[in-house]
């Protein structure tokens, strides 16, 4: 993952010149001096595969880090990056302060913009930036950086966990906040601009959801397709234009066959491959794998998830500002990352969050977002008539359930998962119950006393978005949240692409009135007359049913009992009274099976517990 650090300081006092910044470039050949001005200190280091570049703007007063696409109404000037700006467009850049960038460019960014007028910095990330962006005081200094085991390097300061948010991550709730796994380091959030004056520091939100509430109206169903249709091209063209050998992780699922016939259909000479995960129960799903296979001319490799998969990885997880949050990460991706090798391919690409992007996640929200957008009227009758059909359930009974969830939307402050999966699903927040739940009571109330203080910003605004839009909303924050870093991959390694969590795309379903996704009774429906001509007969027509790892994630923790046992029963979660040790111990004493959910908790909890025994061994290696 491309690099940075950047020392920013009040452009107005003396040069702070930190003895640690000032002999980085000469201690590590990886790393150059890309800019230096009043304030701004900036040293870059690209990866082997990153391909992010940095775009210096006019008499070198700021800089854009990353993958910048412009935002132009021709697609073919979408598909290739960015590298130098006209200096009308840069001067509007440097002028907004970066607020410009959410109109002209999108991509994977973050922009670092000096303003000697004004005497002021600003850092700003971009709103669908995977490119992270964090951040710690060190008076004089402030730091931006992209990579936790840089500043680790840098010796500057001493870090601790930071428990709480710790505690809210295992109980499985709201805890995706500028808060990071580490006191004292934040995130600057995407769409999120840190200003640095005399005055001190200000956040200040340049993109979010709720500017596009603001101009939502109602659009024909052949619209709707057209959007769709054109954001997903632009976006994966945009990032395929990056890579002439990929991966493409394709499951057989909608998602990822449309991911692959895009890449297929790019401009370029592009190697493509197709790699399918599967095993002996319910995760094969190699049939519809290989109709796309033969459908877009593509070889797909066949791999069989590992049943002998050693649990130990866990010990070795990357050193990210926060647990990771995956469940098969621990085989998929070194699987992923040998065939990459073998393959000399620089990029993974996969269909993440198309479920949402597309239209296919339908909930009750559905009827509560044409409640919210049209009233009582006949288009509520209409979409509530597709629901009941699509749910199986009388119409009477359809309409009941978006009435509970406008009713329960309408008396929250915000919008909280762990609210909403108490009140709808009858879990405990944690995932199951406190009866089944692993996690300690003390935890639980603790986080249940915080709850506020872990709630994304762009659900604090929630009360003036349509409920349709939710559950996008929340697979964008744990996105953006969650790709810092992939959790068992190295800065020598082929890069993961998501390419569907991109600006375009995003900005077109949100221009699309929910209830156009279920007309006739089908979830997707405007990403199935979009994509069409794109998908072989056989996922096109596949039903609700999808292959999970759920019978092969049993058998590994059957496996890997013993080591579980030491390693949770001893281990950090547990003596800090986050893990009851007698639930967990329970777990493990018999089989792991029963409800599926408590395998996802299990290996949930393996992440966070592995990502603090390597903060902890750096703790005990500072203070050596």
Not at 58 to 82: D, K, M, N, Y
Not at 383 to 405: I, N
Request: aromatic letters at 10%; a positive charge.
């Amino acid at each position: 993952m491309f690099g940075y650090i950047a020392a920013v300081w009040h452009p107005d006092s003396a040069d702070p010149a930190h003895p640690a910044l000032q002999t980085l470039a000469h201690t590590d050949p990886r790393w150059s001096l890309t800019l230096s001005a009043r304030g701004l200190l900036l040293y870059t280091a690209p990866d082997r595969y990153s391909r992010d570049t940095s775009v210096l703007l006019s008499r070198r007063r700021g800089v854009i880090l990353g993958t910048v696409f412009a935002t132009t109404e021709s697609e073919q000037s979408l598909t290739l990056p960015v590298h130098q700006l006209p200096e009308k467009i840069a001067e509007d850049i440097l002028l907004s302060h970066g607020r410009a960038l959410t109109t002209t460019h999108w991509g994977s960014y973050v922009a670092i913009l000096t303003d000697p007028a004004n005497a002021t910095v600003t850092v700003f990330r971009g709103p669908m930036a995977r490119l992270p962006c964090f951040y710690i005081q060190l008076n004089p200094i402030h730091l931006f950086f992209s990579r936790m085991q840089d500043l680790v390097s840098l010796r500057m300061t001493r870090l601790a966990v930071n428990y709480a948010a710790i505690r809210a991550q295992a109980t499985g709730g709201d805890y995706i906040t500028a808060e990071t796994g580490i006191e004292s380091v934040s995130s600057v959030l995407p769409g999120e601009a840190v200003h640095i004056a005399a005055s001190g520091v200000r956040r200040e939100s340049y993109w979010s959801p709720r500017q596009f509430a603001k101009r939502t109206q109602d659009i024909p169903f052949t619209q709707a397709v057209q959007r769709i249709k054109s954001g997903t091209r632009t976006s994966i063209r945009a990032w395929a234009s990056l890579h002439q050998r990929m991966l493409v992780s394709l499951s057989g699922g909608f998602d990822s066959s449309v991911v692959l016939s895009h890449l297929r259909r790019s401009p370029g000479q592009h190697e493509v491959v197709g790699v399918n995960f599967f095993d002996g129960a319910s995760a094969d799903e190699r049939h519809f794998a290989r109709s796309m296979g033969v459908h877009t001319q593509t070889e797909v490799i066949e791999r069989r998830w590992n049943p002998r998969v050693d649990f130990h990885r866990f010990l070795s997880c990357a050193l990210t500002a926060a647990p990771p949050l995956s469940f098969v990460a621990f085989d998929f991706e070194p699987a992923c990352l040998e065939i990459a090798q073998e393959r000399q391919a620089t990029a993974i690409f996969s269909g993440e969050i198309g479920d949402d992007i597309f239209g296919r996640t339908v909930g009750p929200e559905l009827i509560s977002d044409c409640i919210w957008r049209y009233g009582w009227g006949p288009k509520l009758l209409a979409a509530t008539a597709d629901y009941a059909q699509f749910k199986r359930l009388s119409v009477w009974e359809a309409l009941a359930q978006g009435r509970r969830y406008h009713r329960f939307r309408a008396h929250e402050p915000y919008w909280s998962v762990a609210r909403y999966l108490m009140t709808f699903h009858k879990k405990a927040i944690g995932g199951l119950g406190t009866t089944r739940s692993l996690i300690h009571e003390e935890a639980l109330n603790d986080y249940q006393r915080n709850l506020d203080r872990f709630i994304h910003p762009w659900f604090q605004e929630m009360h003036a978005v349509p409920p349709g839009w939710f559950q996008l909303v929340r697979d964008l924050i744990v996105g953006s949240s969650t790709w810092w870093h992939s959790p068992f991959a190295g800065e020598r390694d082929a890069m993961f692409v998501h390419p569907l969590f991109s600006q375009p795309l995003v900005e077109a379903y949100f221009q699309i009135p929910a209830r156009l996704h279920i007309a006739g009774g089908h979830s997707g429906a405007v990403a199935r007359q979009a994509f069409a001509d794109h998908l072989s007969p056989e996922v096109l027509k596949r039903g609700r049913g999808k292959g999970t790892p759920d019978a092969w994630l049993v058998q590994a923790i059957q496996r890997n009992r013993e080591f579980l046992r030491e390693f949770l029963l001893d281990g950090v979660l547990v003596r800090e009274r986050i893990l009851d040790r007698g639930k967990v111990e329970a777990t493990l004493s018999g089989r792991a099976g029963g409800a599926m959910t408590s395998v996802c908790d299990l290996i949930a909890q393996l992440y966070i517990e592995g990502w603090l025994r390597r903060w902890t061994e750096v703790s005990l290696q500072a203070a050596a």
